[in-house]
């Protein structure tokens, strides 16, 4: 399968965000777990490697970690793409994209029925909301 985007989920330091860029070739999307607003001190370095950057709020294996607080990004200003993830359903999008001021979100659990398993009907009224709010792609 062709890619044209990796997306990191680990520990990557922005040293190494920026040597996998360099080793494919290929755009990069930088996860940050994002809790508290201590934490966007830590996007800085990443903003600076990075194609795009995604703020989510799991940890480690956690199946979800649960919204972000929302609040906290409403005012980033970045020079980048950025997208919101962490939490959200079709229930919660509209509030999650007017607070944050997000225009692309991920879903994964937001959408299941149980770990790992999607629902079609929970992925069709996401996107039915998402396509008024954000970017559909």
């Not at 959200?88 to 999650?96: S, W």
Request: glycine share 8%.
């Amino acid at each position: 399968v062709p890619l044209d985007l990796l997306q990191l989920h680990g520990a990557e330091t922005p040293e190494r965000v920026a040597h996998i860029q360099k080793l494919t070739g290929l755009p990069v999307m930088k996860a940050l777990r994002l809790k508290t607003i201590d934490q966007l001190a830590e996007i800085p370095p990443y903003e600076d490697v990075a194609d795009r950057l995604l703020f989510d709020s799991r940890i480690g294996d956690e199946p979800s970690g649960g919204p972000i607080n929302w609040t906290i990004l409403k005012n980033l200003r970045l020079g980048k793409p950025w997208m919101l993830a962490g939490g959200l359903t079709a229930q919660n999008l509209m509030e999650a994209v007017m607070t944050s001021g997000a225009t692309s979100v991920d879903v994964s659990s937001g959408v299941e029925d149980s770990l790992g398993r999607k629902s079609a009907d929970k992925i069709r009224a996401f996107l039915a909301t998402a396509s008024q709010y954000c970017q559909v792609g």
